[in-house]
Nanobody
Framework: QLQLVESGGGLVQPGGSLRLSCAAS????????IGWFRQAPGKEREGVLC????????NYVDSVKGRFTISRDNAKNTVYLQMNSLKPEDTAIYYC???????????????WGQGTQVTVSS
């Protein structure tokens, strides 16, 4: 059974950093397009970053440029979201997503993790 499990969320002060992990089970992650989405309270869900099976990345939202990076460790079957210089507006539930055939530009993914809460507050 294909599963995505996020971890690494928590409470951090503004300006701090967190690294989210997305561990895949039941499939080989390197064959998939992987993304991170987030949903803040009262707001629509939005894409954050995406990485293709070839390792190319695409940024979905301007507000995280220069602060967030996505990477994958195929040996560990895990994708990471490194978040630096965090701001209160980054507070959201972050979801790891995957799709076998679609490209990052589609912003559509068949598989979703359960999400991990990130709270940026002093």
């Amino acid at each position: 059974q294909l599963q995505l499990v996020e971890s690494g969320g928590g409470l951090v002060q503004p300006g701090g950093s967190l690294r989210l992990s997305c561990a895949a089970s039941g499939f080989t992650l390197e064959d998939y397009t992987i993304g991170w989405f987030r949903q803040a309270p009262g707001k629509e869900r939005e894409g954050v970053l995406c990485i293709s099976s070839s390792g190319r990345t695409i940024n979905y939202v301007d507000s995280v440029k220069g602060r967030f990076t996505i990477s994958r460790d195929n040996a560990k079957n895990t994708v990471y979201l490194q978040m630096n210089s965090l701001k209160p507006e980054d507070t959201a539930i972050y979801y790891c997503v995957a799709d076998r055939f679609r490209l990052c530009v589609s912003r559509k993914f068949d598989y979703w993790g359960q999400g991990t809460q990130v709270t940026v507050s002093s």
